[in-house]
């Protein structure tokens, strides 16, 4: 996925997924890393404590709130929010490394963050909010995942509406009814914006090269 012939450059590009949490967000970008080596994730900073599925600098970068203040202060973050009563984050500087070297980052961040980045770094996004079929089915992914009190879940049902809201913000838009339909639907985009001439600098002096060319 992704090709592109021999000698033609190309821009990375930043992708955002988002989604209310138990859309499939995380599970579709998971699948995405695996098939498509082009993708590097950018691991998050949080204040969230860490689940038993989850490893530390894989998962995210798990900081205390001492930790995490002395970082967005020192200008290290590219955007932070608070979601759910923690905080979360881009580190700054793996993101403009991989911008420098030309490389695709892969993003798993709520609108607030989403914002921060297109607001800083807009040429170089694309955003894909994930939709659930519905909020009972919403209900039904978190309660089958296992990992929150009943408490929590009823506290992401109520901020998923908010959430939500703010699809408009976004480039794309998937409702994930089927997980195997909802990840082809994402990889699409994501060959479709690899194509676009603007991210293909490479192509000014291939296409010199073709008028060039005798045959």
């Known amino acids: 996925m992704g090709d592109v012939p021999a000698g033609i450059r190309r821009r990375g590009l930043m992708l955002v997924l988002s989604s209310p949490s138990g859309a499939g967000k995380s599970t579709i970008a998971r699948n995405l890393l695996e098939s498509d080596h082009e993708l590097s994730l950018s691991v998050s900073v949080t204040t ?72 800083k770094m807009r040429a170089d996004i694309v955003s894909i909010f994930i939709l659930p079929p519905s909020m009972a089915e919403l209900k039904s992914r978190l309660k089958r995942r296992a990992e929150d009190s009943e408490e929590t879940i009823e506290r992401r049902l109520q901020n998923a509406r908010l959430e939500i809201e703010h699809w408009r913000d976004y480039d794309y838009v998937v409702i994930n009814r089927d997980l195997d339909r909802a990840f082809a639907q994402v990889r699409a985009v994501v060959a479709a914006e690899r194509l676009r001439r603007d991210r293909r600098p490479g192509l000014f002096d291939f296409v010199s090269g073709l008028l060039d060319e005798k045959v």
């Open 48 to 119: 969230r404590p860490r689940r038993g599925s989850e490893i530390d600098g894989v998962h995210y970068h798990f900081v205390t709130q001492r930790e995490f203040d002395r970082l967005r202060d020192s200008d290290a973050l590219l955007e932070w929010a608070e979601v759910h009563g923690n905080c979360y984050a881009t580190p700054r500087e793996p993101v403009e490394a991989a911008m420098a070297e030309g490389r695709d980052m892969l993003f798993d961040i709520d609108w607030q963050g989403a914002l921060q980045l297109k607001d």
